[in-house]
């Protein structure tokens, strides 16, 4: 039994969950920035695309019988959304392509 072993295996968990916690808050915050983007330039309806999508699971059948819009807007809406949401988190490494 390696009492310093089992010190380094908790200090690990507990530096693992802060990082988690802090990645958390970081997503949760640009996410809040980007809605508020998107309210601003009258584009509401892609950030809630965004949301149906990846948030509450919903298909983009769903979100086009929502939004009453073409067949192929809700995918190209999410995708916007991802890459303004990408920029966000990652910086200039999300354009870097």
Not at 34 to 39: D, H, R, S, V
Request: glycine share 4%; hydrophobic share 35%; aromatic share 10%.
């Amino acid at each position: 039994y390696n009492i310093s072993a089992e010190k380094a295996f908790l200090k690990s968990i507990r530096e693992c969950k802060a990082e988690t916690v802090i990645l958390f808050q970081h997503i949760s915050k640009s996410l809040e920035a980007l809605e508020k983007e998107a309210n601003a330039a009258g584009e509401e309806y892609k950030f809630d695309a965004l949301k149906m999508k990846y948030i509450e699971g919903k298909t983009y059948e769903d979100i086009r019988d929502k939004w009453n819009c073409g067949k192929n807007a809700p995918k190209q809406w999410c995708k916007t959304m991802v890459e303004r949401l990408s920029i966000k988190l990652f910086g200039a490494k999300a354009i870097d392509k």
